[in-house]
C-alpha cells in the first residue's frame, strides 16, 4: 500500500489547513484510517481516526479543533486543522489498516509525511 500524505505548510497562529491523505488501492475505504504527528525527538502519537462506518475520535490536544472525515469525490480522508498552534508544528503521517495496527502504529510502510509549520 502506497500511502501519499499533502497539504502541509506554513500558517500562522489561529490559522487553518487541511491535509489529505491518499492510498493504493481500496484500503481507505475498507479499513480504519489515522492521522499522526511527530515532532523531531519525540514518539509519533495518534491524533485523529475514522472508522470504515465514520466513526472518529481524536486526542485530547486536538479535539474541538481538528477534524478527519472522507471526502468521496477525492477518495481521501483529510483533515481539517482549525485553530492552529505552534505546539501544533510537526510532520503529519496517515495510515490505514485494522484498529489494532493502528493503535500499535504496525505497518508494513509510511509515507514521507507532510509538514504543517505554525509561525507567526
Known amino acids: 500500500v502506497r500511502i501519499v500524505e499533502s497539504g502541509g505548510g506554513l500558517v500562522q497562529p489561529g490559522g487553518s489547513l487541511r491535509l489529505s491523505c491518499s492510498a493504493s488501492g481500496t484500503i481507505l475505504n475498507i479499513a480504519v484510517t489515522a492521522w499522526y504527528r511527530q515532532v523531531p525527538g519525540k514518539q509519533r502519537e495518534r491524533i485523529a481516526s475514522i472508522s470504515r462506518l465514520g466513526s472518529t475520535s481524536y486526542a485530547d490536544s486536538v479535539k474541538g479543533r481538528f477534524t478527519i472525515f472522507r471526502d468521496n469525490r477525492k477518495n481521501t480522508v483529510d483533515l481539517r486543522m482549525d485553530n492552529l498552534q505552534p505546539d501544533d508544528t510537526a510532520v503529519y503521517y496517515c495510515?490505514?489498516?485494522?484498529?489494532?495496527?493502528?493503535?500499535?502504529?504496525?505497518?508494513?510502510?509510511w509515507g514521507q509525511g507532510t509538514q504543517v509549520t505554525v509561525s507567526s
Open positions: 495510515n490505514a489498516g485494522t484498529m489494532e495496527a493502528i493503535t500499535r502504529m504496525d505497518f508494513d510502510s
